[in-house]
């Protein structure tokens, strides 16, 4: 069974840091042709994209918050983490990770959420 | 960047009733990478349809997806009550992926 669980602080303050860990199972991080994505939806909002990695490490990132984002993965702990710099309380939001087939690029599986508010 | 527009914003229809969502893109997408989700309340998006026009595993067969191009549409051709939610498209290309606004299918 494929799972991801993400995980990180509920609370930042505006310019810190945000980093989020995605743990998963069920697939492998080190071969396969899966990769993990970055998505989230601001309160009422839509969904937007934000990063994603795959197997072989290949990177991408939204064109509008690149500067800010980094993304990367450690296989022997089954984990994508993404950073997110000099945040922002429009970046207030509920940050999903969910899988995505390499040269398919659609998310079949994913994370519950996890909701991050930035405020003083 | 490819833009993705969908429309209407908000579908009011009785259970029973055929739903059409549409999509369009600001420039041509690969069918094969055009995909659509469901999203509920307080929940995580789910996949339906991927490639345009394939569903997902254990999607019903009243969903389904077709288009080319730059217009692209979800059809559910009988609204059961759990269909009720808010539908996302998605796209691929040129490395960077997008989603549509979004359109939420409510009870009439």
């Known amino acids: 069974q494929v799972t991801l669980k993400e995980s990180g602080p509920v609370l930042v303050k505006p310019t810190e840091t945000l980093t989020l860990t995605c743990t998963v199972s069920g697939f492998s991080l080190s071969n396969g042709r899966m990769g993990v994505s970055w998505i989230r939806q601001p309160p009422g909002k839509a969904l937007e994209w934000l990063a994603h990695?795959?197997?072989?490490?290949?990177?991408s990132y939204s064109t509008s918050l690149k500067s800010r984002l980094t993304i990367s993965k450690d296989t022997s702990k089954s984990q994508v983490v993404l950073s997110m710099t000099n945040m922002d309380p429009v970046d207030t939001a509920t940050y999903y990770c969910a899988r995505i087939g390499q040269y398919r690029y659609y998310m079949d599986v994913w994370g519950k959420g996890t909701t991050v508010t930035v405020s003083s | 960047e490819i833009v993705l527009t969908q429309s209407p914003g908000t579908l009011s229809l009785f259970p029973g009733e055929r739903a059409t969502l549409s999509c369009r893109a600001s420039q041509s997408v690969s069918s094969s990478y055009l995909a659509w989700y469901q999203q509920k309340p307080g929940q995580a998006p789910r996949l339906l349809i991927y490639g345009a026009s394939s569903r997902a595993t254990g999607i019903p067969d009243r969903f389904s997806g077709s288009g080319s191009g730059t217009d692209f549409t979800l059809t559910i051709s009988r609204l059961e009550p759990e269909d009720f939610a808010v539908y996302y498209c998605q796209q691929f290309g040129s490395s960077l992926l997008t989603f549509g606004g979004g359109t939420k299918v409510e009870i009439k």
């Open positions: 990695i795959f197997s072989n490490d290949e990177k």
